[in-house]
């Protein structure tokens, strides 16, 4: 049986019914993309990566010099976002408070992870900045294809180009700022990995510790971000 839609409420206030597929923790890049440039070829670069990963296309080189500097840039942000004290401290509470209360270790570490990501994209939808960059960016990429300028076999090409026209008609959506739709995104997201999918009886732990999560990274958003920025050298 195909799983619900999801409804979640927007950064504009609207409901939008989100389509199970899509994952929105590719946001952060565009926040943090902002920070070296922002040419709207360059923030799509950076959540290039990620874009490709949900809709199964596999990313190759650009030819487009600014989208390519913008791919760099999200493994560049990738590896300084997961070395962050504050993120490795996260994750570490994560495994080991989940783990006490019956948690896999997988599932555990998984959800601090991954949990955190989306919290953080939903702290982040408040920066209307940010919000416009990042609609700007697919926009500017819908209407210029420019997905052409990247080495796509026809068929990926195609895909991409109609993942993108999708993602542009739908807004910035706020619903990561909710403890209960975030937990219900991981336990669909967890599921497509055996060794990872929660079990029933782990949906309410999980809940409570993305409550928990979400308290943390409420007060202390900015100071991750600012580890970022030191170790992305800004």
Not at 165 to 193: D, K, N
Not at 203 to 222: F, G, N, T, Y
């Amino acid at each position: 049986m195909a799983r619900p839609r999801l409804r979640v409420l927007c950064a504009c206030g609207r409901r939008y019914r989100f389509p199970d597929r899509e994952s929105m923790n590719f946001f952060a890049h565009a926040v943090v993309g902002l920070w070296r440039s922002e040419d709207r070829r360059f923030v799509l670069g950076t959540m290039l990566p990620d874009l490709s990963a949900m809709l199964g296309v596999r990313l190759t080189s650009a030819q487009d010099p600014q989208i390519d500097a913008g791919i760099q840039f999200h493994h560049t942000t990738d590896a300084a976002f997961h070395g962050a004290p504050h993120f490795v401290r996260l994750c570490a509470q994560s495994v080991e408070a989940l783990t006490r209360t019956g948690v896999g270790r997988g599932t555990s570490r998984a959800v601090g992870h991954v949990g955190a990501e989306l919290l953080l994209d939903g702290l982040l939808s408040h920066d209307l900045r940010a919000c416009d960059a990042y609609q700007e960016a697919l926009a500017h990429a819908v209407e210029q294809r420019l997905t052409e300028s990247l080495a796509w076999p026809d068929e990926q090409r195609a895909r991409m180009h109609a993942g993108l026209m999708r993602l542009r008609a739908a807004p910035v959506p706020a619903g990561y700022r909710e403890p209960a739709f975030v937990t219900e995104r991981l336990q669909y997201i967890l599921s497509r990995r055996p060794r990872l999918a929660m079990q029933a009886s782990d949906v309410p732990k999980v809940e409570a510790h993305i409550e928990a999560l979400h308290a943390d990274l409420s007060v202390h958003w900015r100071e991750l971000l600012e580890q970022v920025r030191t170790r992305l050298g800004d």
